[in-house]
């Protein structure tokens, strides 16, 4: 086994000592009422099984054979808010993680491929630590201020906009689009933003949102409308993503017993967009996807996905 170097050790003494802040916090006899603190402690073992692909001698030969790496993560999660009055409050989020393991000592440069993730306009992350098999990763992927005031909401800074509706896939997720095998990440990645939102009703609403940008090719500009129809909820968006323009269209209800639910997107390539990566023309692109998930007496829950994509 790989020793962990002393440093990990006093890194992980401490995220536990946070993950126990908030409890200690709620523990006092006069708790602040304008602030929340809470977090998690939790950790990740993940085995990676490869076939015939390790090269190895065997009586005396050159050969391919199995072999398996073990990788471990310690994963840190503090959250933050502070209700600065009756109509701001402000979020932070701070995710701290250790990765250690053969895969880590495996792959080159492999804190610059997690710190490159999940950065948006901002550079909200910092590598504590980058040494032959261990690599700690601090980041903050919420830090925002919100307004509230009647039927009017408008945030800004680091935030989640989440668009999609199915369980799954999410077309319609322009902003901040996820992977659903990333296990260790429910709270999703977040885009440096501002949001306006207006409610027209119980369950209707009208969103403008805006991504923060240095190059118009790279900005997402889009809206959104939400409302009930038919006992379904729809939602209408449109906007420019990324040198295209979106259509989009999302419904969620019931079909029987069983929940139904779907999105739609339409990427239109602008005539500006001459190539894509590897010197390919541009061109329009169409995703939808369509899920159904039903829950059985005995608490039992299957949850079905489609996902349609023209680009393959």
């Known amino acids: ?59 005396g030969s050159f050969a391919l054979v199995d072999t398996f790496l073990l990788d471990n993560l310690v994963h840190n999660r503090l959250n933050f808010r502070w209700y600065i009055s009756d109509q701001f409050t402000f979020r932070a989020e701070l995710r701290t993680r250790i990765f250690y393991g053969d895969l880590v000592k495996a792959s080159p440069d492999f804190a610059g491929l997690v710190d490159n993730v999940n950065n948006d306009y901002f550079d909200l992350s910092l590598v504590l630590l980058d040494e032959n098999a261990a690599v700690i990763h601090s980041m903050l992927d919420r830090l925002s201020l919100q307004w509230v005031k009647g039927d009017w909401e408008v945030t800004a800074g680091r935030q989640r906009i989440n668009w999609g509706i199915s369980s799954v896939w999410n077309p319609n997720d322009i902003f901040n689009a996820f992977s659903f095998t990333d296990f260790d990440y429910e709270e999703r990645p977040g885009s440096d933003a501002v949001r306006i939102r207006r409610y027209t009703g119980f369950s209707s609403s009208i969103e403008l949102a805006s991504r923060f940008f240095t190059d118009f090719d790279e900005a997402v500009i889009a809206g959104k409308y939400q409302f009930n129809q038919w006992t379904y909820d729809i939602q209408l968006l449109g906007g420019y993503a990324r040198e295209d323009l979106v259509f989009g269209l999302g419904f969620a209800g019931n079909l029987g017993d069983a929940g139904l639910k779907g999105e739609a997107t339409y990427f239109l390539a602008l005539p500006d967009s001459l190539y894509e990566h590897n010197g390919k023309p541009a061109r329009d692109a169409f995703a939808a996807t369509l899920g159904l998930d039903y829950t059985f007496a005995k608490g039992y829950y299957i949850n079905l996905g489609y996902l349609y994509n023209s680009m393959g």
Do not use: C
């Open 1 to 59: 086994m790989i020793p962990l170097p002393k440093s990990v050790y006093a890194i992980r003494s401490l995220l536990i000592a946070l993950a126990f802040l908030p409890i200690l916090s709620h523990a006092q006899d006069d708790p602040p009422k304008n602030w929340q603190l809470t977090g998690y402690l939790k950790d990740m073992q993940t085995l990676l099984f490869f076939n015939e692909s390790y090269p190895a001698i065997q009586n």
